[in-house]
């Protein structure tokens, strides 16, 4: 009897776990939720530009709204990403820790005994179903915007925040990889499906808060705010939009400003 020798390789290795991923009922769960929140997050984030937008610096209702910059729309575009990057997240410490839950991790390392690979492939998976979803909630989220903010006058971008477009638009899809790949490394470590998630909601949305209240206790802990601005949250709003120099800021602190102006 003739034995027939079985070549490993990597496009098939990615296969394997682009089948592994499509078998979790959670994965289409947690996909549809990360593109439904991002344009869920960007109309509220319209609305409430929009209603700002229309304030006068008296704290009343304009009859005619004020043009709205072009960068207030792409921020409120970007705003909520950060926050629904967690599904994209639990979906990939998912795809690792559940063959640990149910034990096929030994079947899976037995036909692919090269753990390089394994992991590797697995990160391909994982990643092109989040680039998918979110570049497919971006573009949703930029029609909802546009719907949102129907009717208002909007200036164009100005030439330092001309590239604001492809870095919502593009940036987006490719920072959730990064988180993913962070959060597959997580799911690594903790090799359960609970400590990891809470380590990587930790890590997303915990430590930030903590370290932001930290700071508060005066001047010796005021480093803790360098700390926070380059864990994974902050850098990732920094990047989609809170470095954007909208119009509408300056004019709705003014109007805050006066409206409580005891003068």
Known sequence: M????????????????????????????????NTVLIPLGTALAAWSIKTLN???????????????????????VGAFVSTAVLAVGILAILSLTS????SSIQASLTANPRR???????TVAVSAFTAASTLIGMLR???TAHMVLAGTTITPLSDDNRLAPWVVIIGAPIASVL?????????????STVGAVFAFIGVMMIVPQLLSVA???????????VVTAVLPHSLMDGFLGADLNPGMLASTTSATSSSFDPN
Not at 179 to 185: E, L, P, T, V, Y
């Open 179 to 191: 988180i993913a790949i962070m959060a597959i490394g997580i799911g690594g470590i903790c090799r």
């Open 99 to 102: 063959e640990f839950a149910n």
């Open 215 to 225: 700071a508060l206790f005066g001047n010796g802990f005021r480093w803790l705010n």
């Open 116 to 122: 390089a690979m394994f992991m590797g492939a697995k």
């Open 54 to 76: 229309s304030i006068g610096e008296d704290g009343k209702t304009l009859s005619t709204p004020r043009a709205l910059d072009a960068a207030d729309l792409w921020m409120s």
């Open 2 to 33: 003739s034995s027939r020798r079985i070549h490993l390789s990597f496009p098939g290795s990615v296969h394997a776990e682009i089948v592994k991923v499509l078998s979790l009922r959670s994965s289409y769960i947690l996909l549809v939720i």
């Open 141 to 143: 989220a930029w029609g």
